[in-house]
T-cell receptor
């Protein structure tokens, strides 16, 4: 399953399929990007981050891709599991700024 | 071994009351934050303190006053609570001065103003 465009609030994925969550950002000065997962009733939890001098970074079952040319960030989740059901946020930070600016979030629902 | 903890987890109160939310982190971070998450899950920064000094103060009503007694604590006091203050408030911490920008969040305080 894949979310496209500036903002798609929900994404439904079949268990075992790969998920792609997309995020667009507008600040050319952003140099650090991060993905968070928020499960129901909990705080946002760090998944993976990437700096602007990279275009890809891999973690366990997750990959973040950064395209600075079009200001686009994506999170790929391999072999999506029921425990991946959550709201996913992208966030960006400008150089030398303490502040993270969060995207609107995408709710991922995994179908058994 | 909770890294960032908040109390209380739930807070139900009447309009006009004054309430406080407490936050503590045991990560040794210098920087702490308060965020507000509305019913549509949008997360917005409110305040940030670095080494007990206020460094971010977004457009927030002055009924909200943060206080940092030491690096490990950042409390949020809210005066004259209004219905629109109902939300989930998250505390977070990070260590950006050492290149560690990842913010670690607490479990949240669910505030309901009646």
């Amino acid at each position: 399953g894949e979310s496209v465009g500036l903002h798609l609030p929900t994404l439904s994925v079949q268990e075992g399929d790969n998920s792609i969550i997309n995020c667009a950002y507008s600040n050319s000065a952003s140099d650090y990007f991060i993905w968070y997962k928020q499960e129901s009733g909990k705080g946002p939890q760090f998944i993976i981050d990437i700096r602007s001098n990279m275009d890809k970074r891999q973690g366990q079952r997750v990959t973040v891709l950064l395209n600075k040319t079009v200001k686009h960030l994506s999170l790929q989740i391999a072999a999506t599991q029921p425990g991946d059901s959550a709201v996913y946020f992208c966030a960006e930070r400008s150089f030398n700024d303490y502040k993270l600016s969060f995207g609107a979030g995408t709710t991922v629902t995994v179908r058994a | 071994d909770t890294a960032v903890s908040q109390t209380p987890k739930y807070l139900v109160t009447q309009m006009g009351n004054d309430k406080s939310i407490k936050c503590e982190q045991n990560l040794g971070h210098d920087t702490m934050y308060w965020y507000k998450q509305d019913s549509k899950k949008f997360l917005k920064i409110m305040f940030s303190y670095n080494n007990k000094e206020l460094i971010i103060n977004e457009t927030v009503p002055n009924r909200f006053s943060p206080k940092s007694p030491d690096k490990a604590h950042l409390n949020l006091h809210i005066n004259s609570l209004e219905l629109g203050d109902s939300a989930v408030y998250f505390c977070a911490s990070s260590q950006p001065s050492r290149g560690k920008e990842t913010q670690y969040f607490g479990p949240g305080t669910r505030l309901l103003v009646l």
